[in-house]
């Protein structure tokens, strides 16, 4: 059986003691992500930010646990307004620009806290086991 491994990356965090995401053998799931930004851990006040900020942290996370986003093969977003879809489309494009070749995704609209305007999780199978 492989061992579990907590997965942190710089400028996010969780308040609470759990980490950004958790890997064991060639599956990764995260905690929510958040629209913070990496270099001063703050909310970003615009949709846009947040979802440029969630995206960057999708990516370092999956770089964090040796993997891509091509190992991305379900998001689950959370909204504010889930009618703002075109700034969270803007994003999802630019990392997933190839429609043959894109994980699932569901968005729903949620009651979020303290300014956050969208949150996601990921769920990741890497192609090898984690070493």
């Known amino acids: 059986m492989a061992k579990r491994s907590s997965i942190e990356i710089a400028g996010f965090a969780h308040t609470n003691p759990i980490p950004a995401a958790s890997r064991v053998g060639n599956m990764l799931m995260t905690g929510i992500i958040t629209g913070t930004d990496p270099t001063t851990g703050k909310l970003a006040t615009t949709l846009e930010a947040q979802c440029a900020h969630v995206f960057h942290h999708v990516r370092a996370i999956m770089q964090a646990a040796g993997g891509s986003t091509d190992d991305i093969i379900k998001m689950s977003v959370w909204m504010a307004d889930r009618s703002n879809r075109d700034a969270l489309n803007v994003e999802w494009m630019k990392m997933f620009p190839d429609p043959h070749s894109r994980p699932a995704r569901h968005t729903s609209q949620a009651a979020l806290e303290g300014g956050q305007?969208?949150?996601?999780?990921?769920?990741?199978?890497?192609?090898?086991?984690?070493?």
Do not use: G, R
Not at 117 to 131: G, K, N, R
């Open 117 to 131: 305007l969208i949150v996601c999780d990921i769920t990741a199978v890497f192609s090898e086991p984690s070493p």
